[in-house]
């Protein structure tokens, strides 16, 4: 009959592989939090009226764009970047040494007459490289207000979570939006945010299958060959 910790390290062996299966969300190197709640105004209960109302309220003359802690605002995902690299490389080095006696007189070593010595040497190199990088990443996604800093500039940060079948797709912003830029539908496209922090992240069996595996990545650190 198996003893207490027995049973308990087989159940630890069989809920190993049963946690490598479960799907988790990937890692962010977004700003954080990725969405905030604004901070709740405690005050005398005011009766609302036919046009003001005591849980929203924003000046007759200001506009709907975001400008406070909580608030939203829609980032316009405008990414295409394009990068090209050449280099070429060529190097040629050649030499021709020749060495002879034609006459040796009143010395010793008369067995080196006639004696003679050719070298050549001859070295090429030549590299050539190309590198090339094009992507294009177009979208729209809402994005919170997340932190007003003292000049005025927004700190906003947001996710969008999709879910298809057994995989989630997950697109992240953040970054700091100059208020001026914001338009008149409260939108900012991506190009205009300082520190932008822009993802487009998987999970699922997709992904998974996509991913060497732990054993596999353990003989590609290690082997030396």
């Not at 080196?112 to 010595?117: D, E, I, K, N």
Request: with cysteine; charged share 15%.
């Amino acid at each position: 009959m198996l003893s207490g910790k027995k049973i308990s390290f087989a159940v630890v062996l069989l809920a190993l592989p049963l946690a490598a299966c479960v799907t988790t969300t990937p890692s962010t190197s977004v700003h954080q939090p990725m969405s905030v709640r604004p901070v709740a105004v405690t005050g005398p209960v005011q009766a609302n009226g036919a046009i003001f109302q005591a849980s929203f309220s924003r000046p007759l003359f200001e506009d709907r764009r975001g400008r406070n802690v909580g608030d939203t605002l829609t980032v316009n995902i405008v990414e295409n970047t394009s990068a090209d690299k050449k280099s070429n490389t060529s190097t040629n080095r050649s030499s021709d040494n020749n060495f002879s006696v034609s006459n040796v007189s009143g010395l010793p070593g008369k067995s080196f007459l006639g004696a003679g010595l050719a070298a050549t040497s001859d070295m090429k190199f030549s590299g050539d490289g190309e590198t090339g990088s094009n992507n294009v990443f177009t979208g729209t996604i809402t994005v919170t207000i997340i932190e007003v800093l003292p000049n005025g500039n927004l700190l906003v940060s947001g996710e969008k979570q999709v879910g298809i079948n057994h995989g989630s797709e997950f697109i992240r912003v953040s970054g700091v939006v100059n208020p001026v830029y914001l338009s008149a539908t409260n939108s900012v496209n991506s190009v205009q945010l300082a520190d932008a922090r822009i993802e487009y992240r998987g999970s699922g069996q997709i992904e998974n299958a996509q991913q060497m595996g732990w054993l596999s990545r353990f003989f590609l650190n290690t082997l030396p060959f």
